[in-house]
């Protein structure tokens, strides 16, 4: 449960970062961090949530949806 939880705080950075993006991109201050310094973040954070699921995958720890077209 935990690890979804921390799954779940990730991508919600991650939407958090993609506004924060958008905001820069509108503003465009010379002072301000640049748009790609938060596109950056959200890259490296959407890796680290695909390794995550990944690897509690891998240990057991989530499991996938079965198919629902097989019987039984």
């Known amino acids: 449960m935990l690890i979804k939880l921390i799954i779940v705080f990730l991508l919600f950075y991650i939407v958090f970062s993609l506004f924060k993006a ?3 991109m ?9 748009m790609s310094h938060y596109l950056g973040r959200r890259v ?3 890796a680290i949530v695909l390794m995550i699921i990944l ?3 891998l240990f ?5 949806n079965s198919n629902p077209y097989t019987v039984g």
């Open 60 to 64: 057991g720890i989530i499991t996938p």
């Open 22 to 24: 958008l905001f820069c």
């Open 26 to 34: 509108l503003k465009s201050d010379a002072a301000a961090n640049s």
């Open 55 to 57: 690897l509690a995958m």
């Open 44 to 46: 490296l954070f959407s």
